[in-house]
């Protein structure tokens, strides 16, 4: 999809000389995975406290378990 954008020319080539990356446009589309995959991460934090386990749930027991399965 061509798209024209007015980006601040030092900020792309700081970009690009920290990534190495070649050209501009590898630069931007690395700068856009890397700013989404961010956003998304910042999502799991909100689920902290969210999720309520069994109180009497042993995760030591559990890997211990999956350790014997091992060969």
């Not at 000389?17 to 630069?27: D, Q, V």
Request: hydrophobic share 30%; proline share 4%; glycine share 4%.
């Amino acid at each position: 999809m061509p798209t024209n954008l007015a980006l601040d020319d030092e900020l792309v080539r700081e970009a690009q000389h920290l990534g190495g990356h070649r050209t501009k446009r590898a630069a931007v589309n690395a700068a856009l995975d890397e700013y989404v995959r961010r956003r998304k991460q910042t999502r799991v934090f909100e689920l902290f406290g969210a999720i309520e386990y069994e109180p009497d749930y042993d995760y030591k027991a559990e890997r211990r378990r999956d350790s014997k399965r091992l060969p």
